[in-house]
């Protein structure tokens, strides 16, 4: 009991109470749209089970600022091994979802599915950062740029192959070109990644783009696609009306007229933004962005402040999943990018997804907790 009251002491004296105050109110902030975009089931569950993962994030997050990320790191081999085992429970208890995905864990004795893809994402800033920092004197030679690539393409292929979910592994993506790059991988590596993406889109978009999602993308081109609007377009569509019948401020929370006739079925995990934006209009849909923000920000200084090259990375990794989740999920819910499954962080109902979120911020804290005193580099690209 003294160990666990000791822990608390230094968290209180030495973590990051304001990321995790950002994190809680916009947390809570979710889980009040939750219970309006809900409301029509006349069941509480999802709020119950959303304040549940709430909670237990804020211990998860404890909990984590007390570890040093560094004994984590150490073992990144055994990280890519927890990847590749936990997503290939999917073979077996695996459940397919709204978008045609198998991306849902169904354990038995649990109450709610995860996500498996979505605890990967932490495991996988971490390795990766840890092999950055490894090879920090030739990290851009042939034998580091092809270890860290070959470990991204290892994460998105077994993500595509078991779980036909897409979205998740181009966020995987994302990550990995937002840390290379701000890791200090040259220029020229990059572009000769596009030319070979270039060369490879052909056969990726004919062999592992389902026939739907080709849909979802082409529709942007294509008018012949869903013309009457009753198809891929039905979302999209009930999605910016949504946004549009809000106005400056709203319609009033539990109020909105399409929100509360069940418009789209996903309003409550992808398209809440829209529901922010029917209830309480652009200033409510501003709020939302101005609390993400703060959090990314948040992350990025804690980046930028510690002098550790790993832990920097680590940082960067982990505010680029939420800028690009973030990105997607509005741009899905204005209508300028195609419904690809990704919900919007710390808003949208998932309890494995807040859950996870919360473990990212406790590697960020931890991080906040630990400042290197050797290192005294203020950049963040190595110097050669």
């Known amino acids: 009991m003294r160990r666990i009251w000791n822990g ?45 993962a709430l909670l237990l994030g804020i211990l998860l997050y404890v909990g984590v600022s007390l570890v040093d990320i560094e004994i984590l790191a150490e073992h990144r081999e055994l990280l890519m091994a927890f990847n590749l085992v936990f997503m290939s429970t999917l073979l077996v208890w695996g459940v397919e979802g709204n978008t045609g995905n198998n991306a849902w864990l169904d354990l038995p ?29 030739k990290l851009s030679s042939v034998k580091s ?21 897409a979205g998740s592994a181009i966020v995987f993506l994302f990550i990995f070109l937002v840390v290379a790059y701000v890791g200090g991988i040259r220029a020229g590596w990059f572009l000769m990644g596009m030319l070979a993406a270039a060369a490879l889109f052909p056969i990726a978009w004919k ?20 013309p009457s609007g ?13 946004l549009s019948g809000g106005g400056i401020s709203g319609q009033g929370l539990f109020r909105g007229s399409m929100l509360q006739n069940h418009a789209i079925a996903a309003q409550h995990t992808d398209f809440i933004f829209s529901a922010v934006g029917e209830e309480l209009g652009i200033l409510g849909c501003l709020f939302t962005l101005l609390l993400l923000t ?7 200084h804690v980046g930028v402040k510690t002098p550790n090259y790993m832990n920097r990375l680590i940082c960067v990794g982990i505010a680029a999943m939420l800028i690009f989740q973030i990105l997607i999920n509005v741009g899905m819910c204005i209508g300028v990018f195609p419904v690809i499954g990704l919900t919007l962080p710390f808003v949208s109902y998932g309890g494995s997804s807040i859950v996870t979120l919360y ?9 906040h907790m630990r400042p290197d005193p050797e290192a005294k580099s203020p950049y963040i690209q190595p110097r050669y």
């Open 8 to 52: 608390l002491t230094e968290f209180y004296r030495r973590g990051d109470l304001l990321l995790l105050f950002l994190c809680v109110v916009t947390s809570v902030f979710g889980i009040v749209i939750i219970a309006s975009a809900t409301r029509y089931s006349g069941s509480n569950r999802y709020v119950i089970v959303q304040s549940a």
């Open 109 to 137: 004795l649990l109450p709610v599915n995860i996500q498996p893809a979505e605890i990967c994402k932490i495991t996988f800033i971490i390795a990766l950062a840890k092999t950055m920092s490894n090879n920090r004197s």
């Open 145 to 165: 740029v092809a270890s860290v690539t070959l470990q991204t393409l290892f994460m998105m292929g077994l993500i595509v192959v078991i779980s036909r979910d």
């Open 207 to 226: 062999y592992f783009v389902r026939g739907d999602q080709k849909d979802r993308i082409m529709m942007f081109f294509d008018p012949s696609i869903d």
């Open 230 to 242: 009753k198809g891929v377009r039905w979302d999209t569509n009930r999605s910016v009306a949504m």
């Open 294 to 300: 703060a959090i990314v920000a948040r992350c990025i």
């Open 359 to 367: 473990l990212a911020m406790g590697l960020i804290s931890s991080i």
